[in-house]
């Protein structure tokens, strides 16, 4: 069985930096694309980042661009998203969800969304 | 970029089938697949179409996807409505630059 379980949400400053880790199991995690979602209060559903199996490739959401950083450990079937510079508008619950298709390849090549999800980790940007 | 629009709501009767669109702006519905994911509130997201049209093991047949490309749109359609499937429902795809898009969300009422 596919899990995913995220942790390292909390509340910061603005400003402040945040490291979040999603520790998979149920599947050979360096064969599959993983992406982060995010979800703020009372909104939508928001993209946030992809990176490929092996993690020498990786996409991000404009709004996100050169302040998060998302990279994996296949040894420790960890996904990470390094956040850095954060804002108000940032406040989410954030989710990693894994990509449907296995790929054994390096980048990242006609992603598919996700067929698993987290359970979520939220951040809060407040003073 | 483009923009994913779908409807703010819909309602349908138990027993019906409800259809949900997703309109692409800016580029062919058919460049990248579509997702379709569930949200109940207080509750992760959960996936009920992939590639377009392709259900993940334990999704009912009842959800089915498909793509038009005349109307540039994609469309989930839920048969044999059960009141558990009132949710909010997100189309999803990337564009070619493999950046994620969501479309704004479709509440489902099922009255």
């Known amino acids: 069985e596919v899990q995913l379980l995220e942790s390292g949400g909390g509340l910061v400053q603005p400003g402040g930096s945040l490291r979040l880790s999603c520790a998979a199991s149920?599947?050979?995690?360096?064969?599959?694309?993983m992406n982060w979602v995010r979800q703020a209060p009372g909104k939508g559903l928001e993209w946030v980042s992809i990176?490929?199996?092996?993690?020498?490739?990786?996409y991000y959401a404009d709004f996100v661009k050169g302040r998060f950083t998302i990279s994996r450990d296949n040894s420790k079937n960890t996904l990470y998203l390094q956040m850095y510079s954060l804002r108000a508008d940032d406040t989410a619950v954030y989710y990693c969800a894994k990509d449907p298709v296995e790929r054994n390849v390096v980048v990242v090549v006609t992603p598919a969304g996700a067929d698993s999800w987290g359970q979520g980790t939220l951040v809060t940007v407040s003073s | 970029n483009f923009m994913l629009t779908q409807p703010h709501s819909v309602s349908e009767s138990p027993g019906k089938t409800v259809t949900i669109s997703c309109t692409r702006s800016g580029g062919s519905i058919a460049s990248n697949y579509v997702q379709w994911y569930q949200l109940r509130p207080g509750s992760s997201p959960t996936t009920v179409i992939f590639e377009d049209n392709v259900r993940p093991s334990g999704v009912p047949d009842r959800f089915s996807g498909s793509i038009d490309t005349s109307s540039n749109s994609a469309s989930l359609t839920i048969s044999g409505l059960q009141t558990e499937d009132e949710a909010d429902y997100y189309c999803q795809s990337y564009d070619g630059s493999n950046q994620g898009v969501f479309g704004g969300g479709t509440k489902l009422t099922v009255l």
């Open positions: 149920g599947f050979t995690f360096s064969n599959y694309a």
């Open positions: 990176i490929s199996g092996s993690g020498a490739d990786a």
